[in-house]
């Protein structure tokens, strides 16, 4: 609780409503395989570990004061890639260099 956040009166009530989101996130993601039928995208069940996972850090990151910041640049995340992921982690920039990076290399090691 920094001073600094406590007067900054609107962003906190913003992540709110990310953490409320995330919270939901994660407790559909918890639902057994058959309930969720609408999110076919995540029927994986490593997909799903990893975004509990990835829900789990961005609530930590919430509590601690560094939610909405890049973890790559330092920049803010946009809001509307929040309202569609909210345990985003990257700016729009950085995510696409590193998707970039990641099919590079996996070509490579193929
Ligand atoms: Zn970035």
Redesign the pocket.
């Known amino acids: 609780m920094s001073p600094k956040f406590a007067s900054n009166g609107s962003s906190r009530i913003g992540f709110d409503r990310y953490a409320r989101s995330l919270r939901e996130w994660a407790d559909r993601v918890r639902e057994p395989l058959s309930d969720h039928h609408d999110l076919a995208f995540l029927r994986n069940r490593d997909l799903d570990s990893a975004l509990l996972l990835e829900i789990d850090n961005a609530l930590s990151r919430l509590a601690n004061g560094t939610y909405g910041v ?1 973890l ?4 803010r995340i946009q809001a509307r890639r929040l309202d569609s992921a909210p345990w985003t982690k ?2 729009r ?2 995510q696409d260099l590193l998707s970039a990076m990641a099919a590079h290399t996996r070509g490579e090691s193929t």
């Open positions: 890049c790559e640049c330092g920049e990257f700016c920039r950085c």
